[in-house]
């Protein structure tokens, strides 16, 4: 278990860790107590597909992940950081699809990158058995010889973070990250889960490491919840997932169910808010059933280009 606590804000362990017990509590009580367990939405919409005869195309479209190339415009972006190249991969919930896991890593083989940034949801399940989750993370960290970066989502367990740190995944739970180059800084500031465990402290990660007035910065959180935060903040950039993009979509990537919690707006693609630019990954893997539709999964490329402030509007891109 960790051993460094004042990494972290006081009792945050042990608030995660029974956030985590209730949440495994739950769930299984309500997979396991009489005629309920029928009715969860996972084997609901299993039964769905399977009657449609739509469960393989959904499966198929799973498996075919996209490789995106996003140009990130960064406000005074220091020359050299001009064309800096973060590779992106959220939500792989690994292991539900041996094929959507063989999928991710053909994917990634031949990228090149400067930073790899994992925005969170790594195990299939919200509770239960952490094995396949570090396996797929070992794989990836195998497959790539940049630097890489680290936040926990919903479905993830603080008790995965030693052996994260120990193949070298810097994890950040409300902590900063410092790319220099001649003499210039790219901060990347991570917080815990905002979505469901809403353990994420931005002001305690500013606080123990003040960005530099000088740095560009960017902002690691599982969801979009903090783009308001992020904005007033005075991030450039805020990078996340969570959402999938609704995974399961009408035509034109319509989603069928976004969240109340954020504009619809911030649930896929690129955007902005007050002057800070987000990008929310669709994700790489699947939640609840292994289908997508009109939702292809992605890793994205994002590489960083310098601009000029024109307004501060909140929009899709």
């Known amino acids: 278990m960790l051993t460094n606590q004042s990494r972290f804000p006081p009792n945050f362990i042990d608030a995660r860790l029974a956030k985590e017990d209730a949440k495994a509590a739950l769930l299984t009580k309500q997979e396991t107590s009489g005629y309920q367990r029928w009715f969860v939405p996972r084997r609901l919409i299993q039964c769905a597909l399977t009657c449609s005869g739509f469960k393989h195309i959904g499966a198929n479209n799973a498996a075919n992940i996209h490789k995106k ?32 896991s063989d999928a991710l890593f053909k994917t990634i083989q031949d990228i090149d990158c400067d930073l790899c940034v994992l925005t969170g949801d ?8 952490l094995e396949n989750a570090l396996a797929g993370l070992t794989k990836i960290r195998q497959m790539l010889s940049c630097d890489t970066v680290a936040i926990l989502g919903n479905h993830d367990s603080i008790q995965m973070v030693p052996v994260m740190e120990s193949l070298g995944i810097t994890v950040l739970l409300n902590e900063s990250f410092v790319v220099s180059r001649d003499n210039k800084e790219l901060t990347f500031v991570g917080v ?10 931005l002001g305690f990660a500013l606080s123990q490491r003040p960005i530099k007035s000088s740095s560009a ?10 783009y308001q935060q992020g904005a007033k903040a005075g991030f450039d950039a805020y990078l996340c997932g969570h959402t999938h993009g609704g995974q399961i979509c009408l035509p ?6 976004t969240s109340k919690s954020f504009p619809r707006y911030v649930n896929s693609g ?48």
């Open 217 to 226: 910065s960017v902002l690691l959180a599982h969801s979009p919840h903090l």
């Open 69 to 100: 190339i996003h140009r990130l415009p960064i406000k005074d972006l220091p020359e050299s950081f001009e064309g800096f190249r973060i590779l992106q991969i959220s939500d792989p919930h690994f292991n539900q699809s041996n094929a959507i």
């Open 192 to 201: 815990d889960d905002p979505s469901y465990y809403k353990l994420d402290n």
């Open 122 to 129: 790594y195990r299939f399940r919200s509770f239960g058995p």
């Open 270 to 317: 690129q955007w902005s808010h007050n002057g800070m630019r987000g990008y929310t990954s669709v994700g790489a893997g699947v939640s609840v059933v292994e289908a997508r539709f009109f939702c292809p999964p992605e890793v994205t490329i994002h590489i960083l280009t310098k601009y000029n402030a024109q307004g501060s509007r909140s929009k899709r891109l």
């Open 252 to 257: 034109s990537a319509i989603p069928i169910k």
